[in-house]
């Protein structure tokens, strides 16, 4: 129902909110992202193509996609057993545990990347036995891989949390009743139930770990098309003063955050249309 | 995504009698924390492990060192403004949103979202083209003294603009929850605009505000990325804690930065224990209400 | 096949809602559980389901103890009380569910399922909806899927929880039938939950009243019906009105109704209560033979099949009649008239404990 601009409103304030809110992010959003498309857009169309597609940027591209999609499936996959446990099972501990999942969301990511850094350097506590078993961690894509992870952990646990513990107990005990096994309910019930918040949490977390700097950029290494992260080589180009080098490629970035986000939230709403009664 | 609008607090869910074969369990289980150790519990401990590898003297001096503590002094001044500031802006944005209709309001809601789609690198990088030597308010500055970039100011824009989502992000939904009943009662019996808002609304979001501050906070004290690309890593001046444990480390002087990072991961700890206590205060409280009446 | 359930009790921590209760179903019949919430009903049907674990006692199917075993090989169909159909499954694939999920060995074979299938929605007449969604049916269509989807394994009991309860007044009495006519056709043994007595009278080869956990009355439904065995049976099955007192000296003294009570001639006094049902009791202008009383006239109530008077006695106890059109017509009373209300018959319930009879009916002689 569209309301007209006019209509008295009951509740006050309305001018006000809306205005300082419009305001605030004017000054803090809209207008710097703005000088973003300027910046970039002073290259011109054939020196905006030869900006984000250079070797070393396409290369920047393919460790940041690789890297994020490996650790939004690690944390997929072991995201819906932590998910499903912290829901189902009780255990001593488990407020306790279910609070830590967290971790990541309040821990500064420059503490995350030394730590993690310091933990699978060959010399670290981690990181000599796998290197004794031929596996090297730290500055190569695998320690991006395994930094994403670490901070994408929580958006699959969360995003499914509330979805398992919301399904009704009648299904899997129709199926129950109907002669299915507990793996079968499993996969013919409660996965097709679980998809879309799965989907979802995994696009969350492969979303942040496309834009996550500062708990990668120590353990990558950084070297150029090797272990250099997108976010990396902004920076770089922003210290050489390459100021529209680094906008090209920013853009880039975030056109691909904003599909994946617009994506999201269509997926979501259409979703939430799909298993509404 | 931290919404507190969340799981419930039963005892158990799923169906009483059906559950995985007790192997099954048991597995599953461990592997949840195996997994959970290696990423999380390892990491957190090995902070602390490292910070005092040398023994406790040697933290307490890296802890106290002049740099250090400035660089803690910059962080709490940042904190001290970007939350206040996003506070209201979060509270402002949540009654306009929650409490009215009007064309956009979608719109807005994504415009809200907007810092969790951009990288801290870029959010740090538009502040540097708006207010650097070479950006586009850069000469004006120069000719007024005044210096943004490289300096605190920058530091505050830079947090504000990626943390000012987490207030509002939490309490709209729990203003849309609480619907503008209660709201027009109070108008109708007299109240004014702010009476209304202080009395009525306020005391039936505090969870959700809380928690939205509590976020904000833990985000703006930790931020690097963004904070990183505007302050110029001056020591001593432009440099937060997280910064300083950049430099130290990059300096090979790894006992002393992982010494700064505890104070960062405890408050980290904090946050965590605050979030906790909400969440188990607010969903206390609508437990009770929504018993029925004996 | 036939259910026996045996000393069966239920506690969910202090409360105790199922209550030392043995049952006997025989083959074939369609039995209600019939009681109000709190009664234990819906928790004896899911022991019998398998589906809760009772603290002590047995449940047999066909003589065997079937009561460790789980839910899945019970062969048990259930249906729920807000159907639990698959969402993302449609209807073809909801009924086929139990079909698929057979090991190997005993799965049939695609077009095998898809006979099945499609027989048991032409049985439950919703052969054209087989590749809809659950979301866009009707609430008595899903309860027919959900049914369909129960029978499908071929199930030798079938058990419903309240499987009317989510559906309109109109639905639920269409379905109802439907649900004894079906029964009539398949004739497989079947135990439904209800708070509603009307539908369990209707449904029903026998009635089993619960309360607090316990059974109060096992009948069928006339016998339940006319032949209370307790005053919550009596209560709960109908609308009544009870009259409280004593009884003394071979006579019921029971507020304003005195009647004859030969079975206890004693002096010794003992409380008992009349129950009488509005249909049971006659308004006239005259006292006619006796044994009833006076009272005014407050309300009547014209609309309906049947008329429905609320009297007033002296003492200001409401007396609730139901007489038929033409006994009003006749009689055509005024409000605040005085007229004389006789019971036809009242049913007698003495305090138990005291070694006395059973619930005895007072017949009262017409005029």
Redesign the interface.
Known sequence: MRVPWKRPRVLPGFGLTLGYTLFYLSVIVLIPLSTLFLKSATLGMSGFWAAVTAPRVLASYKLTLGASLAGAVINAFFGLIVAWVLVRYRFPGHRLVDALVDLPFALPTAVAGIVLTTLYAETGWLGRPLAQAGIKVAFTPLGVAVALTFIGLPFVVRTLQPVIDSLEPEFEEAAASLGASRLQIFRRVILPAILPAWITGFALAFARALGEYGSVVFIAGNMPMRTEISALLIITKLEQYDYAGATAIAVVMLVASFVLLLAINRFQSWSIRLTSD | ??TIV???N????????????FA??VV??L???A??L???????G??FA?ALQKGWAAYVNAVREPMALSALWLTLLTAAIAVPLNL??GV??A??IA?????GKNA?I?????????????SG??????F?R???LGPWLQAHDLKVVFAVPGLV?AT??VT?PFVARELIPVMQAGG?EE??AA?VLGA??WT??YRVTLPSVKWGLLFGVI?CN?RA?????AV??VSGHIRGKTNT???H??IL?NEYN?QA??AV?SL??FV??L???A??VVEWRSSRRTDVLSEPRA | MSIEVRNVTKKFGDFIAVNDVSLHVPNGELVALLGPSGSGKTSLLRIIAGLEQAEAGQVLFEGEDATARHVRHRSVGFVFQHYALFRHMSVFENVAFGLRVRPRASRPDEKEIRRRVMDLLKLVQLDWLGNRLPSELSGGQRQRVALARALAVEPRVLLLDEPFGSLDAKVRQELRRWLRRLHDEIRLTSVFVTHDQEEALEVADRVVVMNHGRVEQVGTPQEVFDHPATPFVMGFLGNVNIFGGRVEGGRAILGPLHLDYPEHPHAESLPAAGYTRPHELEVDRAEGGGGGFWAALRYANTAGAVVKLELATGDDRLVHVETTREQYELLRPTTGERLYVRPRQVRIFVEPGKGLPPPSERVVPPK
């Not at chain 2, 039963?10 to 074969?21: K, Q």
């Not at chain 2, 290696?38 to 957190?44: E, G, K, R, S, T």
């Open positions: 995504m931290a969340g799981v419930q039963r005892l158990t869910a799923g169906p009483r009698n059906l559950t995985e074969p099954v369990r599953l289980t592997v949840a924390l997994y959970l290696v990423f999380l519990v390892v990491p957190l090995a902070v490292e209201v802006f402002a944005a009654w306009a409490k009215f209709e009007f064309p807005l994504t415009l809200i979202d907007l810092p969790f789609a951009v990288s801290p690198v870029i990088m538009v502040f540097i083209l708006l650097g070479q950006g586009y824009l504000i603009f000012f503008t709201e027009e108008r004014g605009g209304t808002f976020l833990a004290l930790g931020e690097f990325g990183s690309v804690l997280p910064l444990v950049e480390y790894f930065a992982f990072a960062l991961t980290a700890i946050t965590l224990v979030k906790s």
